[in-house]
C-alpha cells in the first residue's frame, strides 16, 4: 500500500507569492491532516479536513487555507507568503476522526523556503 | 502554546546504551502518542499509551506513563546509530472531544555515536 505522497518536496518562493502544496492519503483513509514545523515552534497544527469538510483548524491567519477534494487528496494554500512562512509542511493520513484512537500516517513533507 | 514539553531537548549516547526521553504535558488526556522524525523527513509513529495503560513494549521501545504526574516517558534500550533521530510526543486532549487535535511537544533530539 503507497504511503501518504507530499508535492512538491522542495520549492523556494520570493515574498508576496502564493504557493499551493498538495498531498495523497494513504488509500481509504479520509481524514487528512496538515501541519507546520519550524526550528523554533516545533510542530503547529493547521487544519484537518475530512471528506471534503474542514473539521478543525489552528491558530494560523488566513492566508493560510486548504481543501480537500471527493478522493481524499488535499491540498494548501498560502497566499501573500512572508519570510516567517519558511518552514517544513507535513501531511498526515489517518483512517478516522473524532476523539483520536489511532496513528497518524506522514508524508515526507514539502520543504518551502521564502526569500 | 505547547502541551508537551520533551525532555532533555538533546541526548547524546553511544551504541548500545539505553536513551531515555521525558515528556510532560498540562491537561488531562485520552491517549499519548511517540513519534520519530529523521533528519527533515516525515514523522514515523512508535507507540500510543492509553490514558489507563502504566506501561506498553514495543520491542526495543518501552513506554510508561504516569497520569498523575501528567508525564510520560520513552526508553529505548541498545540503542543503535539508525536510532539517532529526533523524538516528538503528542497528546490528544480530552476536553477536545470531537475536536480533534493532536498536541505536540518540541522533540528530543537523539544522537547515538557508533
Known amino acids: 500500500k503507497a504511503g501518504v505522497t507530499q508535492t512538491p518536496r522542495y520549492l523556494i518562493k520570493t515574498r508576496g507569492q502564493q504557493v499551493t502544496l498538495s498531498c495523497s492519503p494513504i488509500?481509504?483513509?479520509?481524514?487528512v491532516s496538515w501541519y507546520q514545523q519550524t526550528p523554533g515552534q516545533g510542530l503547529q497544527f493547521l487544519f484537518e479536513y475530512f471528506s471534503e469538510t474542514q473539521r478543525n483548524k489552528g491558530n494560523f491567519p488566513g492566508r493560510f487555507s486548504g481543501r480537500q477534494f471527493s478522493n481524499s487528496r488535499s491540498e494548501m494554500n498560502v497566499s501573500t507568503l512572508e519570510l516567517g512562512d519558511s518552514a517544513l509542511y507535513l501531511c498526515?493520513?489517518?483512517?478516522?476522526?473524532?476523539?483520536?484512537?489511532?496513528?497518524?500516517?506522514f508524508g515526507e513533507g514539502s520543504r518551502l523556503t521564502v526569500l | 502554546s505547547q502541551q508537551g514539553e520533551e525532555d532533555p531537548q538533546a541526548l547524546s549516547i553511544q551504541e548500545g546504551e539505553n536513551a531515555t526521553m521525558n515528556c510532560s504535558y498540562k491537561?488531562?488526556?485520552?491517549?499519548l502518542q511517540w513519534y520519530r522524525q529523521n533528519s527533515g523527513r516525515g514523522l514515523v509513529h512508535l507507540i500510543l499509551?492509553?490514558?489507563n495503560e502504566r506501561e506498553k513494549h514495543s520491542g526495543r521501545l518501552r513506554v510508561t506513563l504516569d497520569t498523575s504526574k501528567k508525564s510520560s516517558s520513552l526508553l529505548i534500550t541498545a540503542s543503535r546509530a539508525a536510532d539517532t533521530a529526533s523524538y516528538f510526543c503528542?497528546?490528544?486532549?480530552?476536553?477536545?472531544?470531537?475536536?480533534?487535535?493532536?498536541?505536540w511537544g518540541l522533540g528530543t533530539s537523539l544522537a547515538v555515536n557508533p
Open positions: 491537561t488531562s488526556i485520552n491517549n
Open positions: 488509500s481509504g483513509h479520509r481524514s
Open positions: 503528542a497528546t490528544s486532549p480530552t476536553h477536545a472531544g470531537n475536536n480533534r487535535k493532536l498536541i
Open positions: 498526515a493520513s489517518s483512517l478516522h476522526r473524532g476523539v483520536f484512537t489511532g496513528e497518524l500516517f
Open positions: 499509551i492509553r490514558s
